[in-house]
């Protein structure tokens, strides 16, 4: 085994991935502005009573939740430049990060969308009633009472959700945008695959440390936001 | 002050309400009793726009609202003279006891902050709870959280409050400080209309009691009548099972 | 054209195309330590933009799988990954006349094996190959081998490219042979400095074709490929693919340019 | 676009489902009852055990299943070889089929996913469910099988839904191991004339086909497996 | 029949139970009552081994256990013994009102099938609820539910059945079925170990009232003593507030 292995190629690979994290996190951090509106949207649907709107919103869900995120790549990459052609839009010089993103927006608006209609369900229908009842308005009530709540409620599944997007995101490179597993393809392809475990080793402790901090930060966040939500068990 | 006229209320085929009056001068203290799914927390909840009733008018002092059509304004209104204290309390959870009796003042009122706090503070302090202004609702007891929904209702000076079974979810040990405060509250001439099965608050604090079943108000009299000398069968029914046994015998 | 070229779109002589490259096929397409495109496909192309005035070619990195995608749908004109020429294929894309290089294919075998000198007596000697890339050259041609010999067939595997590590799979035995081409087993193996000089005398490398590469042109760009036509020639003539070739694949393969059937 | 190759194609891509399908059977064999012990270790706080499994689930859902194949794939033989050799075991290491990297990675995989899921499941089902089989005299092992288990099921139900079809959509990734699942499959196909575009056309329909059906197949049961949570909210 | 010895027990720092003993004898009907968290519901867990208390000595007629050490076969004989009966009523959601009369039997104790359906639906119409054998507990009444509770615990023939509050988390209306279900139960001889507010049920059924309060016995006796006569001053506060206010006087 000592034969084939050397820990000096981990330590080399570090310096070479690490200044493509930001790539990474430029592709996640987009995907997740524009999923997020756009699963507010879709939860907006599924909740709503517009039997219509229910319908898309679910098969939307199901058709997503069924696509393999490489597949759904190339459609996106090949078909939006398609469809926008119809419509005397030509996007063959658009940046490849603009497909990318809209990519793992979809797909990340599919599983936002179960996850905040889930946390909206959640928070009981009495807080809602009682905030109207000492005259706020609805959106008032939802403002201040019902999404504070809510958020909550949204902020583990999201984490998790953030994380399978920032690990999905990897397959970027399939269309040639270089992030850290791009990067450590290239390592890898540049020494004719030579030393490919030492190299994914630093790289999934690349991706292990970035998970760590996000579940962290979002365990912080929820500590935050729960104030107030510190449950004190009765028997 | 607040007159109810003809309520319907239909849950799909289900008629719950069948067409309810209700005449209620200031400060009265109106107790309904009945058995259970008899509409009386759909009553209260029709009454304050928590649920859209099908049918019937409210009259209140000089509103006159047609309960189905009623515009956005006028149930803002209408909410703005009435308070809804409920059963399992549904304090904000993410409020301080505090807030939870401003939030209404400063966000449905504009009342200025300081101003609200100061009320609140009143409030809280006529429930007891000097201790609790910064407590969250997951940090008080269950009769706790009853008093702050209790002070959350007085703070807005409502013209009158709405009681559902606000002690039903209590630790018998606990009932006695919430109806204690309630009756603090009727003595200082607040107008209420309380659903609960509390006989002896019904009986002392109460200058009316309704009884309800199936939708409709069956009888309604001043307590020392409908409890000792009930008209109606049903009536006689229902206050057998509540009451303690024998109690029925010695008032 | 060049870079100096305006992109101003009233200058429509100059015309803008894309040339996408494979950007993991080091050394036939890769990016340098810099991120800059290199390797033999891409300086051939790049010295074609030289004598083509009417073109500005913008390289694009990308995935094999992309590259093929792309160029038939037109995301890019052109694209070079090492890619053989087969007559399906030519449904596809358009080949040129001209070829743009050459491309060895040779067996890592162990030392005791020695004597393996084609693909047929690899098959006959019932030995296990290492998993080849479904979208790679090399794949096509033990495929067609296969087709050509069906009595007599090499074990053959599709896989993925960066899994397989030809030289240590050999050697230790997972596999009985790889495919791989000359230059980077001389750099990896017989290189002073390449991770497997330890293991100079326990593999060898016995080539068994030299087979002519192309670029992949859109189906709509008959005329840019021909153009190209007459840049390769001219490039040809200057022997310029005998010195990239000496460059990126340590020995000049247009020696052997006779012998190459396909 | 080329008709006849995109039918032909789509038939070949359909070879490969029962790969996919073996390696997620396998996969969840392994990683349902194991997920649901190490679940209990965390649920119990029983000192090493659950310290493994905390670190092994991060690990695993922190990163990416294409690297995790590549790690397993490249360094389990080598691994092999030397305990092999120690041992003087007598076996090829390399006559493995790749299939068995399959079943190592995607279960390691879904067990981590597995263990989540259950450790939530468990938490919606009120200790007193446990208690009350303890007071009719059940034992531990009776208690968790006839009572627990099934109601624990229920809410993980679409959970494991979820993980499924994540499961099939990721042996997508087998490729790397040279195995011969659809998406391999499809790709060899369109390499002789580099039809792509319609082997991933094909590729798209037999995962959505499959994953619906594996979805609506889940539902189905999920249904069954309620009927005592039907009656009222 | 049942001798409890010196029960301590804590969470954590908190002392809960500071050595209770108690004695029933066959055909008993005891009452525990008591403030909230006077300990009350940890002594019946203690009993029955939901809770392992840190101190103490249970003698069930033949077998004799200190509470910390029993071994795992002691604890499953005690367990056989003693019925348990949930304030939550904690039903098997999974199973309906008849599986879950019989699972016990069948599971627990082997039962032949047929055997065990039978005594399961006996049980259940001592209950009144022939008519839902097949009943998810989701499709119940809560008063439905808590009879399934009851008769689950009566079907495995205990020699004594623990009660938690059995009554607390129903309305009030249907928890006048449940008692008089206990109280027939009760009445045929059954021993019962019965955590309750009722004070009703508790003059009119227990033979022993236990007043606890911080973990210990402060009192103890025979219902018209307690009630009408309490020793400890800590008792009558109790009972003045959970009491209806003037049912004190007439008893
Ligand atoms: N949102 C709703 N949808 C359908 N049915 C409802 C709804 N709200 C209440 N009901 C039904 O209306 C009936 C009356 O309910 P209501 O809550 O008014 O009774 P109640 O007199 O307050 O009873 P309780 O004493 O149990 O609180 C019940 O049968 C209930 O099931
Ligand atoms: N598992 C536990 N961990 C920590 N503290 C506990 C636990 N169970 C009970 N306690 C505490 O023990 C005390 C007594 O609880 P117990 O439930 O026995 O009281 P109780 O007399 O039954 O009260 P109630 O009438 O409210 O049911 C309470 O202060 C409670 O907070
Ligand atoms: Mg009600
Ligand atoms: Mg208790």
Avoid at chain 4, 123 to 152: C, D, F, H, M, W
Wanted: with cysteine.
């Amino acid at each position: 085994m000592e034969k084939y292995f050397n820990a000096s190629y981990i330590w080399e690979s570090f310096p070479m991935l690490l200044p493509y994290v930001k790539v990474t996190f430029l592709v996640a951090g987009l995907s997740v502005l524009f999923g997020t509106l756009l699963g507010f949207i879709l939860a907006a649907m599924k909740i709503g009573n517009n039997k219509v709107a229910r319908k898309i919103a679910n098969a939307y869900i199901t058709a997503l939740r069924c696509t393999p995120s490489i597949v759904l790549l190339f459609l996106v990459y090949y078909g939006l430049p398609a469809l926008a052609e119809n419509f005397g839009l030509l996007l063959d010089n658009v940046d490849k990060l603009f497909f990318i993103v809209i990519t793992f927006s979809l797909q990340f608006a599919a599983a936002m969308a179960e996850v905040i209609r889930s946390a909206y369900q959640s928070i009981d229908k009495g807080q809602f009633e009682a905030a109207v009842s000492v005259g706020l308005s609805n959106f008032q009530a939802y403002r201040r009472i019902v999404f504070p709540q809510a958020l909550v409620v949204a902020l583990p599944n999201f984490g998790n959700s953030l994380l399978e997007l920032i690990k999905e995101g990897s397959l970027a490179y399939t269309i040639g945008l270089i992030d850290v597993m791009g990067k450590a393809s290239l390592i890898i392809d540049g020494r004719f695959n030579a030393h490919a475990l030492e190299t994914y080793i630093a790289l999934s402790v690349i991706y292990w440390v970035i998970s760590i901090v996000i579940e962290q930060v979002f365990f912080k966040l929820e500590k935050i936001f729960s104030k107030g939500k510190q449950v004190i068990k009765t028997t | 002050m607040l007159e109810i006229k003809n309520i319907h209320k239909s849950f799909g085929q289900n008629e719950i309400l069948k067409g309810v009056d209700l005449q209620i001068d200031k400060g009265d203290v109106v107790v309904i009793l009945g058995p259970s799914g008899s509409g009386k927390t759909t009553l209260l909840r029709c009454i304050n726009f928590l649920e859209k009733a099908d049918e019937g008018y409210a009259n209140f002092g000089d509103i006159n609202v047609h309960l189905k059509t009623a515009s956005k304004k006028q149930i803002h209104v209408i909410r703005q003279k009435t308070a809804f204290v409920f059963q399992n309390y549904n304090l904000f959870n993410n409020k301080t006891a505090l807030e939870n009796v401003t939030e209404g003042l400063i966000i449905g009122r504009k009342v200025p902050k300081a101003e609200a706090a100061e009320i609140g503070k009143k409030a809280l302090d006529k429930v007891g709870l000097s201790e609790k202004y910064d407590a969250y609702p997951s940090q008080l007891s269950g009769g706790q959280q009853q008093r702050v929904g209790i002070a959350r209702a007085v703070a807005l000076n409502p013209d009158i409050i709405l009681f559902d079974e606000p002690t039903s979810a209590l630790d018998p040990e606990l009932v006695g400080e919430v109806l204690t405060v309630m009756k603090n509250i009727a003595k200082e001439g607040t107008t209420m209309l309380v659903v609960t099965h509390e006989i002896s608050f019904a009986r002392d604090v109460a200058n009316r009691v309704v009884f309800m079943d199936g939708g409709m108000i069956v009888e309604e009299g001043p307590p020392n009548e409908i409890f000792s000398n009930p008209k109606e069968e049903r009536t006689k029914q229902f206050l057998k099972r509540v009451l303690p046994e024998d109690y029925i015998y010695y008032i | 054209a060049n870079s100096s070229a305006s992109s101003d779109n009233s200058d429509s002589k100059v015309r803008k195309v894309k040339v996408a490259f494979d950007q993991a096929s080091k050394p036939i397409s890769y990016l340098d330590e810099n991120g800059k495109p290199t390797g033999y496909d891409v300086e051939m192309m790049k010295q074609v933009d030289e004598l083509l005035p009417d073109y500005e070619f913008e390289f694009v990195g990308t995935s094999s799988d992309d590259l093929l995608l792309g160029v038939e749908q037109g995301k890019y004109q052109v694209g070079v990954k090492n890619a053989f020429w087969t007559k399906e294929r030519t449904e596809k894309f358009i080949y040129p006349k001209e070829f743009l290089g050459l491309s060895s294919a040779g067996l890592v075998l162990k030392k005791k094996n020695e004597n393996i000198k084609s693909l047929k007596d690899f098959a006959s000697a019932g030995l296990t190959l290492a998993p080849i890339a479904a979208n790679n050259a090399q794949y096509t041609i033990i495929d067609e081998y296969n087709q050509a010999n069906p009595n007599n067939k090499v074990k053959l595997k599709a896989g993925d490219s960066f899994t397989v590590d030809v030289v240590q799979w050999v050697n230790e035995g997972r596999v009985d042979g790889g495919v791989m081409i000359e230059g980077p087993f001389k750099q990896q193996v017989l290189d002073k400095n390449g991770p497997y000089y330890k293991l100079k005398n326990e593999v060898i490398y016995n080539e068994f074709a030299v087979i002519k590469t192309w670029p992949l042109f859109n189906k709509k760009e008959q005329k840019f490929a021909d153009a190209y036509d007459q840049a390769v020639k001219k490039l040809k003539e200057q022997k310029k693919p005998n010195e990239l070739s000496k460059k990126f694949y340590g020995r000049d393969l247009f020696e052997v340019l006779d012998t190459v059937k396909r | 676009m080329d008709f006849k190759f995109l039918v032909d194609t789509f038939f070949v891509a359909l070879s490969g489902v029962p790969t996919a399908l073996i390696i997620t059977i396998i996969s969840l064999l392994i990683a349902l009852p194991l997920g649901f012990l190490l679940a209990l270790t965390r649920i119990n706080q029983i000192p090493v055990l659950q310290r493994f499994a905390q670190v092994y689930v991060s690990f695993i859902r922190g990163t990416p299943v294409i690297v995790q194949i590549f790690i397993v794939y490249s360094s389990v033989p080598l691994f092999l070889t030397s305990i092999f050799e120690k041992y003087h075991i007598d076996k090829n290491v390399y006559d493995i089929n790749p299939i068995w990297y399959a079943f190592i990675v995607f279960s390691i995989n879904t067990t981590a996913i597995m263990i989540e899921i259950f450790r939530s499941a468990i938490s919606t089902v009120s200790k007193g469910q446990l208690e009350a089989a303890y007071s009719v005299g059940l034992t531990n092992v009776q208690a968790l099988r006839r009572i627990i288990i099934p109601q624990v099921l229920v809410t993980a139900l679409p959970n494991i839904c979820t993980a499924t079809v994540n499961l099939i959509k990721a042996t997508s990734l087998g490729y790397a191991m040279s195995l011969q699942e659809i998406t391999l499959r499809a790709k060899v196909a369109a390499n002789v004339g580099y039809n792509y575009v319609e082997a991933y056309i094909d590729i798209f329909l037999v995962y959505l086909i499959l994953c619906s059906l594996v979805e609506y197949l889940f539902k189905r049961y999920e249904k069954r497996l309620s009927k005592y949570k039907i009656a009222h909210a």
